[in-house]
């Protein structure tokens, strides 16, 4: 009853402006990313030196205008929302794993575990954001698996906390002492009793988390450490424009326009999810 | 407290030994040879040792890390593989560059964010509140390396109003106390410098503040609000004082605690933004030279900096943490 009201009450939020917007934008973009070969007018590496730096055409075939070795912006937009996407899902979902999986363990068993794990969440916290994964790349070369790890190097952290909490009141709660006497395994229970628990709060982390990765992902294109420079993304993008700015605005307006955009309907709809799920939670 | 002081200053040094250790794996798991850094392509097997045992690479890796560690607490990262001159000095000529951004960027999203955080909070739900709410929103959204671009863009390129780049123009030969640009221009009394450092701070430490200035800003207006709804709050209206007082002395003072916070954390954001915003606008501090020293695979440089970076951060954290103790009486010294 109390949680099918909730249910209403969030589809309500939903339908508000921030809500629509943030799901119109999203929707959007996952359907950019899925069908990408079918809706981009061009290949996306195509390049037409005769074209090059073509501004924006309204009725023409570029649309968006061409980039400085002719390659159609719009079908490199399109392409790039797969590699901003996919990159910001893998980190999100990798390091809620391992920040789930290290904070209940943590929480659960306490003791020396407990206190291994924080030291080593105090080492890699003491990095300032990004740092921490620009040295990654720096030292260990570029790559996508390199990039995800780099990306998830810090992102667990806020799942680790969150489920290491969580876990260490739920271990002295009545339910989970009468699963223990009634002789349930220790994976029995974090799997049915502690896990279930976390899953609204971890979501609303998650939320955040996958905004934050997309700036990430995206500034490390633009400074030339993300994903090989020939996949088209929109940090790299940005890079390119950056010899360009006085003569081709549209090389630097659209692709930064895109990240805009999808990070604010993200972190929009993650105000929505914490609104109307947890308000308790504060800013992961 | 001084006691509390030295126990905290204490706890940091385990940290950033690890982080020290944390770093040199990185650097061993690197691939690629570095003495191929070092030396041309045709150099002989006898020049590549003897570079190898020059540089100590044919130690043991843990004696490796002994001396990276012993030099490295006496504030020594070796040798540059590409200026060929000490990593520390080519940290401490670029540093005063990067403070001043960072400074006056702070500045601005506490003078910004701050009051507009209390007068959204002081009216609720009103106009102001909700544009400073969409305000925050677009604050925290916007890549400060877009940013930068449209600024530069607009106000180098279109307007041309402001440099797009760099920290001064060359020939103005301010001679150098502080290593601020704009304190020793006062000094040496020289006001065309002191415009000069001005228009080229501008843009990037308007890019380098948003971000801050909008999470300042939401921070401000949700504790102070949360505040506001207190008993003491209450009691204090109730005794007749004005809402003015009411929200200044007793509301916002209690907010401040959530605010020093978060000052801190941003700190960290600051510092990574720094490094893109001083890149975008050619900005010789030491994010710049951090860039510089990926693309050359320059490893003490980046080293270096690495840990200078980290071990800044830790400090200004330090400094939170004491920080509170002289706002808040309440929090005990444990």
């Known amino acids: ?284 | 407290m001084l006691g509390y002081t030295l126990r905290r200053v204490a706890g940091t040094i385990p940290v950033l030994f690890m982080v020290s250790l944390l770093i040199f794996a990185l650097v061993q798991f690197a691939p690629g040879d570095p003495v191929d850094m070092l030396v041309s392509d045709e150099a002989t097997e006898e020049v590549r040792l003897a570079i190898r045992s020059a540089w100590g690479l044919d130690q043991p890796v843990y004696v490796q890390y002994l001396t990276f560690l012993k030099n490295a607490v006496m504030g020594d990262f070796g040798q540059s593989f590409r200026y060929r001159e000490p990593v520390m000095d080519l940290i401490l000529q670029r540093l005063p560059a990067s403070l001043e951004l960072a400074i006056y960027s702070t500045l601005l999203a506490v003078g910004i964010g701050l009051p507009l955080g209390v007068w959204a909070a002081s009216r609720p739900n009103s106009f102001i509140d909700t544009i400073g709410s969409i305000g925050g929103f677009f604050g925290i959204s916007l890549p400060n390396f877009w940013l930068g671009i449209l600024l530069i863009l607009l106000f180098a390129g279109t307007f041309n109003l402001l440099p797009s780049g760099g920290r001064e123009t060359w020939g103005l030969n301010v001679e150098r106390v502080t290593g601020f640009l704009t304190i020793d221009s006062i000094i040496a009394g020289r006001w065309d410098a002191l415009w000069d450092a001005l228009r080229h701070l501008a843009l990037p430490v308007v890019v380098l503040g948003t971000n801050m200035t909008g999470i300042i800003m939401q921070i401000t207006r949700a504790s102070v609000l949360e505040n506001l709804q207190e008993d003491y709050v209450m009691t204090a209206r109730a005794k007749g004082m004005s809402g003015r007082v009411v929200l200044w002395r007793h509301a916002f003072r209690n907010a401040l605690i959530a605010v020093i916070t978060i000052i801190g954390l941003e700190f960290g954001t600051l510092i990574s933004g720094a490094i893109i915003v001083e890149t975008v606008f050619a900005w010789p501090g030491i994010g710049y030279l951090l860039l510089q020293g990926i693309s050359f695979r320059d490893f003490p440089l980046i080293t270096g900096l690495v840990l200078v970076y980290t071990t800044m951060f830790v400090l200004i954290n330090l400094a939170i943490d004491m920080i509170y103790t002289v706002v808040d009486p309440r929090i005990r010294l444990g």
Request: glycine share 8%; hydrophobic share 50%.
């Open chain 1, 1 to 284: 009853m109390v949680r099918s009201s909730k249910t209403r009450q969030l589809a309500q939020a939903l339908k508000s402006p921030k809500g629509a917007f943030s799901l119109v934008v999203i929707g959007l973009l996952l359907l950019a990313a899925t069908f990408a070969p079918l809706i981009a007018p061009f290949d996306p590496n195509r390049q037409d030196l005769m074209l090059a730096m073509t501004p924006p055409q309204l009725t023409g075939p570029h649309f968006l205008g061409t980039d400085h070795v002719g390659r159609d912006m719009m079908s490199r937009i399109i392409y790039g929302s797969r590699v901003s996407l996919l990159i910001a899902v893998a980190v999100v979902l990798f390091s809620g794993v391992v920040g789930v999986t290290l904070g209940v363990t943590s929480g659960y068993y306490g003791g020396r575990v407990d206190s291994i794990i924080q030291k080593f969440l105090e080492v890699v916290w003491a990095f300032p954001p990004l740092l921490l994964a620009i040295s990654i790349v720096a030292f260990l070369g570029q790559g996508l698996g390199i990039l995800i790890v780099a990306l998830a190097s810090q992102r667990w952290i806020p799942y680790c906390r969150l489920a290491r909490a969580e876990a260490l009141t739920l271990r002295e709660r009545e339910f989970v002492s009468a699963a223990r006497s009634l002789g349930a395994s220790d994976s029995r229970i974090l799997r049915t009793h502690i896990l279930p628990n976390l899953i609204q709060s971890a979501l609303i982390v998650a939320t955040f988390a996958m905004a934050t990765a997309i700036i990430a992902e995206s500034s490390l294109s633009f400074l030339g450490l993300g994903v090989p420079a020939s996949t088209p993304t929109w940090g790299g993008m940005l890079s390119d424009a950056r010899a360009y700015i006085s003569t081709s605005w549209w090389m630097a307006l659209f692709p930064g326009l895109c990240i805009f955009c999808t990070v604010l309907a993200i972190n929009l709809l993650g105000d929505v999810l914490r609104t109307h799920l947890d308000p308790r939670l504060s800013r992961a």
